[in-house]
């Protein structure tokens, strides 16, 4: 399994933009990066994935370095109900989800 | 379409009793997982199903616990006897077949309390 990195915490505020990092140098060539996050007193829940290319949905963007071994989710208008943990997890062939420490977002009105 | 549901929300056991937990994940999902997190720790992967057959048990801690998948359903997540550190949160999900590299559905969990 691919070794993560996360920072422990960030701090935004509501309706700016937030970028969130994760550094997986260790990521296998055919391992999809995949990020998550667990709101307060739920499970976690899917937010966005990618393999090369940059990808965007309703919820998120994900900007994948070229070489792979980072990535960026971002959050273009932040709103309260974005404060979570977040949790990149690269992902191959195993299926099963490898949870870090995740990233813990808050989201100051 | 209702989502992955557990049962119960919430448990308190004594240390060597047996406790049963339920998973029901999305209809039609073939992939079904368990995981938990334990105090202070991280969401840790317990094992995988395709319909009833169990893929991948690695992340099992012990032969207390006993999962069992009858009919490609729901789950059940058995602790007997449970210890102490058996307490956490017990989260299960399921996917699609054809989407098991992609996204998986997490319900609210079970928290398991032993004292």
């Given at each position: 399994d691919a070794k993560t990195t996360q920072p422990n915490s960030m701090e935004s505020n509501e309706e700016e933009p937030v970028h969130l990092p994760c550094n997986h140098?260790?990521?296998?060539?055919t391992d999809y990066i995949h990020w998550y996050r667990q709101l307060p007193s739920q499970g976690p829940e899917y937010v966005i994935h990618g393999l090369t290319s940059n990808v965007n949905n309703r919820m998120a963007s994900l900007a994948i370095a070229e070489d792979r071994k980072s990535s960026t989710l971002i959050l273009h208008r932040a709103t309260l109900r974005d404060a979570a943990v977040y949790y990149c997890i690269p992902t191959g062939g195993a299926q099963k989800l490898v949870f870090g420490q995740g990233t813990r977002l808050t989201i100051n009105p | 379409e209702a989502g992955v549901t557990q049962f119960p929300s919430h448990s308190v056991i004594e240390k060597g009793q047996t406790v049963t937990l339920r998973c029901d994940p999305?209809?039609?999902?073939?992939n079904l997982y368990w995981y938990r997190r334990v105090m202070g720790k991280e969401i840790k992967f317990l094992l995988h199903f395709v319909k009833e057959s169990?893929?991948?048990?690695?992340?099992?801690?012990?032969?207390?616990f006993l999962a069992e998948r009858t009919g490609g359903t729901y789950s059940t997540l058995k602790v007997q006897?449970?210890?102490?550190?058996?307490s956490g949160v017990y989260f299960c999900a399921s996917s699609p077949w054809d989407r098991a590299y992609y996204e998986q559905y997490f319900g609210p969990g079970t928290r398991l309390t032993v004292t």
């Open positions: 140098s260790t990521i296998s060539g | 999305i209809s039609g999902h073939d169990k893929q991948d048990e690695s992340g099992m801690p012990n032969n207390r006897p449970a210890e102490l550190e058996d």
